[in-house]
């Protein structure tokens, strides 16, 4: 019999509301997560222990390790910690570099994944890879995708806005994203999942098209789902295709080029993107995202995050190489620092007009 399906490795429970947190311990009672109740927790040490101590009376199983940063180093250790202790399951409460220390964790010692998410930043939340720094920068690790995602509109409001700012930025990136993909697929054969680019593309619109503010629950709540589409988008076509193009080998090459500099990654990718989408000659949709960056308060021109018009030729100039073997709308048009600082000029007077 022929195969009419495929399996498709997703969350088994999202929950996106405001008090989801006050549902947790139910959530982690279900037996697909944990029949005993025994929970390793990842925590920060600053906002991680406000919530543990909201939540550990609830929790009585539960043992909670601090994670002190997204390092590699933090992620081993973490993984040594819980090791031998009979966890149904690890949780990963914070913000992306705890999930991302969590999931790297979980995964080495072979247990499901619980992201719990304290703010939007960017669509790491759900994905199956950890971004995490080692001796030579920063690396991508490839891992399970999280068993169940939570995340609090109550807390994310909490926490700082440049936080949901820069979670749009990395949603609408993947409009970029997936037309790199496409274009590759054109150009130099390579497979699109139409699946997965369905989902990205989806995710992006919803952002990019919804008239809501960073302070209204119903936009909060798009924005979250497109983030968690996002994460599934890349575990169905096993790699993050999906949701990084051109968009973020330029972000990539900022983090590279300028340490210690670089602005968010939000920030830096919805810059990435505007500027792929008028390199691609799709003037009226490079203005309608930087009509939808400025309104949410994040960069159109990287003077608004500290560089130069120079800085800026330079880091799309050098973006290619941060993504070996990646084919994007810069390794098409191959475009010399001259003409990539004409086509800056062209993309500044475009969304200004």
């Not at 084919?327 to 475009?350: C, G, N, P, S």
Request: hydrophobic share 45%.
């Amino acid at each position: 019999m022929p195969v009419l399906t495929r399996l498709i490795p997703s969350p088994v429970v999202v929950d996106i509301r405001a008090g989801a947190l006050d549902h947790l311990a139910g959530l982690l009672a279900d037996q697909r997560i944990s029949s005993s109740g025994r929970l390793a927790f990842a925590v920060s040490g600053g906002s991680g222990l406000t919530l543990r101590e909201r939540l550990a009376p609830a929790l009585p199983g539960a043992d909670w390790y601090e994670v002190g940063d997204g390092t590699i180093d933090s992620a081993v250790k973490l993984a040594d910690g819980i090791k031998g202790s009979r966890y149904d399951a690890v949780v990963g409460l914070g913000g992306g570099k705890i999930i991302d220390v969590a999931k790297y964790a979980a995964a080495r010692v072979g247990l499901p994944l619980v992201a719990v998410a304290t703010n939007l930043a960017h669509d790491g939340l759900c994905s199956p890879i950890s971004i995490l720094d080692n001796d030579n920068g920063r690396g991508s690790y490839g891992v399970p995708s999280p068993i169940a995602m939570v995340i609090d509109l109550d807390v994310v409001r909490d926490a700082p806005v440049r936080f949901v700012r820069s979670g749009i930025g990395d949603a609408i990136s993947n409009l970029s994203a997936v037309a790199d993909w496409e274009l590759s697929h054109r150009v130099k054969g390579e497979s699109v999942d139409g699946l997965a680019a369905a989902m990205a593309r989806t995710a992006g619109e919803s952002v990019l098209r919804h008239p809501g503010t960073v302070g209204d629950d119903a936009f909060l709540t798009v924005l979250a789902e497109a983030l968690v589409l996002s994460g599934i988008a890349m575990s169905i076509s096993g790699d993050s295709r999906p949701s990084s193009g051109a968009c973020h080998e330029i972000s990539h090459a900022f983090d590279l080029l300028y340490p210690g500099r670089a602005a968010s990654h939000g920030e830096q990718v919805g810059l990435g993107a505007a500027f792929a989408m008028h390199l691609r000659g799709e003037h009226g949709q490079a203005r309608s995202f930087a009509e939808v960056l400025r309104r949410h308060g994040l960069p159109v021109l990287p003077q608004e995050i500290g560089f130069s018009a120079e800085e800026f030729v330079r880091a799309v100039e050098y973006a290619p190489q941060t993504r070996p073997g990646r084919f994007t709308v810069l390794e098409h048009l191959d475009l010399t620092h001259d003409q990539i600082r004409d086509a800056y000029a062209d993309y500044a007077k475009t969304i200004s007009s």
